[in-house]
């Protein structure tokens, strides 16, 4: 399994900007896709998450501003951010949970994608 985040970059203060991430392989199933982020000197955590039901948790420092959706069919999960502040400045990191893989159905666990810089300035 391979996650390929994309839609990182510059924006000011304010503004918007969507995530996405593709999870490829030969995927059954995907029991919860994540974002979380990383700013320089800090520790990673987590931003947003989603169950495959749609069940979805946040990180207080984004609640009413991020919102993480998913599309099962296309193991793609999305966070849009809008009104972005400059704590918000880190790399956004995707991840998956028990993804079930075929032909012979196995798991895996935990998987990570690349991360995506977001940026933004005052």
């Known amino acids: 399994v391979q996650l390929q985040a994309s839609g990182g970059g510059l924006v000011q203060a304010g503004g918007s900007l969507r995530l996405s991430c593709v999870a490829s392989?030969?995927?059954?199933?995907?029991?919860?896709m994540g974002w979380y982020r990383q700013a320089p000197g800090k520790e990673r955590e987590l931003v947003a998450i989603i169950t495959s039901g749609g069940n979805t948790n946040y990180a207080d420092s984004v609640k009413g501003r991020f919102t993480i959706s998913i599309d099962n069919a296309k193991s793609t999960v999305y966070l849009q951010m809008n009104s972005l502040k400059p704590e918000d400045t880190a790399v956004y990191y995707c991840?998956?949970?028990?993804?079930?893989?075929?032909?012979?159905?196995?798991?895996?666990?935990?998987?990570w994608g690349q991360g995506t810089q977001v940026t933004v300035s005052s």
């Open positions: 392989g030969n995927i059954f199933s995907i029991d919860a």
């Open positions: 991840n998956a949970d028990r993804v079930g893989l075929r032909p012979k159905l196995r798991y895996e666990y935990d998987v």
